[in-house]
């Protein structure tokens, strides 16, 4: 019975030292995690990594090993060390966590799956936003910001912003994230958005880039209608930036502001810099854009009668002015372009313009073959531009005839058809006249008539000639403007010498015929 007795004091006693023995476990491992919630409260990250890793193996509690592993996880996440992040993330049971670790480690995953896939974890944080956003660092909202950038997801960028900007005032903020979500917007041509971030940045950030955010600001309220003045000459300010252009759009910009503005003659100045396609492409030129641009100036009438010599002008210039090969335009920018210049030099206005805008002519038509035939689908196409289209690119000598005839009743153009019919071989030339019949003198077609005339004298044909003085006349009659489209020809047409003819040439030659002929001088 005594035995009994002490064998069970002896069994209590051990239980009694066992029980204490835990509980004095269980209070050094609360202590150990105590200390490690009040060390890492203090946002020392290092501190709080240093501490938990150094007495994580004196604690054998899986619920409390996993709330250390979840310390030291969000001191890596804190530290940017995602060297062993996802190691220890895995270690922990998320069922050992309270709702707010539950929480913050969702976070850390969410911040991870955004190096790797940025798309999904922004639509996971967007989802769970309430959740997240209230617990996420201020220092790893500019990180998103910049994720959200690169996959152009604007609204995302700004929405984390406008967070931090409201729920962190103390934060340094650098202009230079509020500046990517602008230009985040601007790419994307929400224009409204991207005006009021370039205005916030103007506003609070004066000395970031001030001459880069005026141009875009100047920009964008150009295209929204924003009424802001943040210089006081526009287009003087965006002229100076292009000579040192701090951005590549400066150059678009510019051209939106004279387009804008309808600057025809600064557009052409501007334009002679950018000389080949490849620059266009740099300085993002759209030359389909630009050529629409083009086709839409002689619209709106008012304004066309009050810029026509410009306009022509600019048409006149249009080798000069894109400086690049008209095949790069595709198939619709270059019916615009061809269209309009068609439109334009068939109007009566135009023939008021001392502007000689026949050359312009001349340069188009040595490029038909790039030009689609839908560009000569104006109604405003005169017969005469027609006849050279027929007779280069369609060769259809039968059609060319019929179309003749009807530049002669229309009596349209018919001054400049020797400089049209330039490019021609001259036999063919005079094989078209002689093919015409009943080709006779009339007062609507004498110059043709003329030209004709001369021809036959220049392959040596004096037997079918019927009024050589005529030809003389007119030759010699050169301060008349009527007799230009001749001595134009001439300069053009001669294939056989090196270089044009000029008018004194012309003069002398005249004079050497009048001797051959024995024909006094007038």
Known sequence: MFRLIVSVLILASFSLISSLAATEEKEEEMG??????????????????????????????????DRLLFLYAESLFKLGNTTHLKETIRQIDIENLTSTEKRKLKLIENYFLLLENPQKALQEFVKNWDNLILIIPPEKIPVYVEQAIKIGKCKIGLKFISHLLSAYPDFVLTPKSVFRVAMCFYRKEDFKSAFRLFYRIYLLYPTFKPGLIKMYLIHTSLLTGENVKVVTN??????????????????????????????????????????????????????????????????????????????????????????????????RGRSYLFASLIDFLSYEDAKRVKIPNQTAMYYIFFNLKSIPKEAFNSPNLDSCLKLVYLLKVKKDLQEAKKTFFKALKEKKGLNFLPLYLSNFDETNILRFYSGIENFEPAENNYLNYVFYELLLYRNGEYDKIKDMKGVF???????????????????????????????????RWMLKIRKELNIASR
């Open 234 to 331: 526009p287009e003087k300010f965006l002229f100076s930036l292009t000579l040192a252009p701090p951005s590549k759009d400066i150059f678009k910009i510019y051209l939106d502001y004279l387009t804008k503005k309808f600057k025809i003659l600064d557009h052409m100045l501007f334009m002679k810099g950018i000389k080949t396609v490849e620059l266009a492409k740099k300085y993002r030129i759209d030359l389909n854009k630009y050529a629409t641009l083009l086709f839409n100036l002689h619209i709106p009438y008012e304004f066309r009668k009050k810029n026509e010599k410009e306009i022509v002008y600019l048409f006149y210039n249009l080798e000069k002015l894109f400086g690049l090969n008209l095949k790069q335009l595709s198939k």
């Open 32 to 65: 150990i995690f105590l200390s490690a919630v009040s060390i890492c409260s203090k946002e020392n990250p290092v501190k709080c990594a240093s501490f938990v890793k150094k007495n994580l193996s004196r604690v054998k509690s899986r619920k409390i090993t």
């Open 473 to 507: 006349y007119q030759l010699n009659m050169i301060e008349d403007e009527d007799s230009l489209p001749i001595v134009n020809y001439l300069q053009f047409a001669v294939k056989r010498r090196k270089k044009p003819i000029d008018i004194a040439t012309i003069q």
